[in-house]
């Protein structure tokens, strides 16, 4: 099978830029080489490594494919908080412009419903990992509409804010409501995997940046935060769909040849 594994990280000359990861590695290939190696002779002297619990679990975890056939469909999982929650209106046009340009003939779009989802979600328990929990429950819910593949992207934001110069004007009452004397800074980010729903094999893993500076009233400090909160995350969300779109670009090239390699 071919083996396939790209990164690409661009550095702007100001502020951040995304990271791109693409992967069509073969899990085949990759359990091939303990026959390559004293993995299993279990002799002295020969580094063997002892078969354990977990040497099984390792040949379990790298024993799938990248399978990709399209059309396809294709399924939106946003994650915020770590909750599966809805995208806005302006989010969700955004996406819409990304399928109908970015991965165009590549098949459908469509949300991954919360509802849905829960009907089929594993409670937790403790001691659970979450993360996981979470991510298993999102190809459950994937699966239950029938997504092929699961584009699962997170979102957040952070501020800091510091007082300026000016800051000394907070002890008059004016100063207080006029002077900007807060320099609030947001940064936001948005990072995504692509999955297979069927065996979870990860073929894309992508993030994006954004980040607004600007000066306020002490007053106004707050009300700032809440109002750039959700346009810097679609800042972040546009940066990241860069990074998607030639990792789209990759995987329609992998799927072509793979269909031709197929052919008789």
Same mark, same amino acid.
């Given at each position: 099978?071919? $083996?396939?594994?790209?990164?690409?990280?661009?550095? *702007?000359?100001?502020?951040?830029?995304?990271?791109?990861?693409?992967?069509?590695?073969?899990?085949?290939?990759?359990?091939?080489?303990?026959?390559?190696?004293?993995?299993?002779?279990?002799?002295?002297? #020969?580094?063997?490594?002892?078969?354990?619990?977990?040497?099984? %679990?390792?040949? %379990? !975890?790298?024993? +799938?494919?990248?399978?990709?056939?399209? =059309? &396809?469909?294709?399924?939106?999982?946003? !994650?915020?908080?770590?909750?599966?929650?809805?995208?806005?209106?302006?989010?969700?046009?955004?996406?819409?412009?990304? &399928? #109908?340009?970015?991965?165009?003939?590549?098949?459908?779009?469509?949300?991954?419903? =919360?509802? !849905?989802?829960? /009907?089929?979600?594993?409670?937790?328990? $403790?001691?659970?990992?979450?993360?996981?929990?979470?991510?298993?429950?999102?190809?459950?819910? &994937?699966?239950?509409?029938? +997504?092929?593949?699961?584009?699962?992207? #997170?979102? @957040?934001?952070?501020?800091?804010?510091?007082?300026?110069?000016? /800051?000394?004007?907070?002890?008059?009452?004016?100063?207080?409501?006029? @002077? =900007?004397?807060?320099?609030?800074?947001?940064?936001?980010?948005?990072?995504?995997?692509?999955?297979?729903?069927?065996?979870?094999?990860?073929? +894309?893993? *992508?993030?994006?940046? /954004?980040?607004? /500076?600007?000066?306020?009233?002490?007053?106004?400090?707050?009300?700032?935060?809440?109002? $750039?909160?959700? @346009? !810097?995350?679609?800042?972040? +969300?546009?940066?990241?769909?860069?990074?998607?779109?030639?990792?789209?670009?990759?995987?329609? #090239?992998?799927?072509?040849?793979? $269909?031709?390699?197929?052919?008789?």
């Amino acid at each position: 099978m071919k $083996h396939l594994m790209i990164v690409a990280c661009a550095a *702007a000359a100001l502020g951040l830029a995304g990271c791109e990861t693409v992967q069509y590695t073969s899990g085949d290939d990759y359990l091939a080489r303990y026959a390559a190696g004293p993995y299993e002779t279990g002799q002295p002297g #020969e580094n063997a490594y002892s078969s354990t619990d977990l040497d099984a %679990e390792i040949r %379990e !975890i790298a024993s +799938i494919n990248p399978h990709i056939i399209l =059309p &396809a469909r294709f399924g939106l999982a946003r !994650i915020e908080r770590g909750q599966l929650t809805q995208a806005s209106l302006a989010e969700m046009q955004l996406w819409q412009e990304f &399928a #109908e340009q970015d991965a165009a003939g590549m098949g459908d779009f469509v949300p991954l419903s =919360p509802l !849905i989802m829960s /009907s089929v979600a594993q409670t937790d328990v $403790h001691g659970a990992n979450r993360n996981r929990l979470l991510m298993d429950n999102l190809r459950r819910g &994937a699966a239950r509409q029938h +997504i092929d593949y699961l584009l699962v992207y #997170e979102v @957040a934001s952070s501020t800091d804010t510091r007082q300026n110069a000016l /800051s000394v004007t907070d002890w008059t009452v004016i100063g207080l409501f006029m @002077a =900007p004397s807060r320099n609030v800074t947001i940064n936001g980010t948005a990072s995504a995997i692509l999955l297979d729903v069927r065996n979870g094999y990860p073929y +894309i893993m *992508a993030s994006g940046f /954004s980040e607004d /500076s600007r000066t306020t009233t002490a007053t106004r400090a707050w009300d700032s935060q809440a109002q $750039h909160h959700e @346009a !810097i995350q679609m800042v972040a +969300i546009s940066d990241l769909m860069s990074d998607l779109s030639q990792g789209f670009i990759t995987l329609q #090239e992998q799927a072509q040849l793979a $269909h031709q390699t197929a052919q008789p």
